[in-house]
């Protein structure tokens, strides 16, 4: 069975500092896809980043960072010098074919950000 | 490109009433997925789309649930009767690649609330 675990399920950070969230995953498979989401106030969820499972370098973009680990089966998310319009729910998440020929998206609980000035 | 439109945005509905949420996805995207999340809970799978054939429907929570996606264009889901565990919010997701290479476009999903 998959599981995909945020501890942290509230971070409070002043505006400038950098933060990490946490993603632990759980899967038998090899061949699987992690992603970070973000879900502003309005409610979407926004794609942030796909990594497969082969793919362990890291990635930076911005003031984002992710750090995949497979050792550790972990996927962190790093946000450089916060702003507050990166107050939200980040949720990290892990796809894997299913029986039926389909890919679904097993989410974590989510971390809700919140940047304050 | 417009992004994947859910309507309702919010809906009210009485234990027993019968819901139909709709799901635009985006134009050319054959991948159609609804996924939901009652309070408290994670977000989960609800069933996949290809084209106006169901791929997957192994999430579905049981037999009121209904979802059509005639022509392979918007998406319906209705709940008949709604009891009160279906309260939640409803996302629809659309991708052009099954894989998700791009990423699932989400919609705003709607809230629905059964009372």
């Known amino acids: 069975a998959q599981k995909v675990t945020q501890a942290q399920t509230e971070i409070s950070v002043v505006e400038k500092e950098d933060v990490t969230l946490d993603c632990v995953y759980e899967?038998?498979?090899?061949?699987?896809?992690l992603f970070w989401y973000k879900q502003p106030p309005s409610g979407e969820l926004v794609f942030l980043i796909r990594?497969?499972?082969?793919?362990?370098q890291n990635e930076i973009s911005g003031r984002y960072s992710w750090n995949f680990q497979k050792s550790t089966s972990s996927f962190n998310f790093t946000i450089t010098a916060s702003q507050v319009v990166d107050s939200a729910v980040y949720f990290c998440?892990?796809?894997?074919?299913?029986?039926?020929?389909?890919?679904?998206?097993?989410f974590g609980k989510g971390t809700k950000l919140s940047v304050i000035p | 490109e417009a992004g994947v439109t859910q309507f309702p945005s919010h809906s009210v509905i009485e234990k027993g009433q019968t819901v139909t949420l709709r799901c635009d996805p985006i134009?050319?995207?054959?991948?159609l997925y609804w996924y939901r999340r009652v309070m408290g809970k994670e977000i989960k799978f609800l069933l996949h789309?290809?084209?106006?054939?169901?791929?997957?429907e192994s999430g579905m929570p049981n037999n009121r649930f209904l979802a059509e996606r005639t022509g392979g264009t918007y998406s319906t889901l209705k709940v008949q009767p709604a009891e009160l565990e279906d309260s939640g919010v409803y996302f629809c997701?659309?991708?052009?690649?099954?894989?998700?290479?791009?990423?699932?476009?989400f919609g705003s999903g709607t809230r629905l609330t059964v009372v």
């Open positions: 997701a659309s991708s052009s690649n099954i894989v998700g290479i791009y990423g699932y476009t």
């Open positions: 134009s050319g995207h054959d991948n």
């Open positions: 789309f290809v084209k106006e054939s169901k791929q997957d």
């Open positions: 990594r497969n499972s082969f793919d362990e």
């Open positions: 998440a892990l796809s894997r074919l299913s029986g039926a020929g389909s890919y679904q998206l097993t």
């Open positions: 899967t038998r498979d090899t061949t699987y896809y």
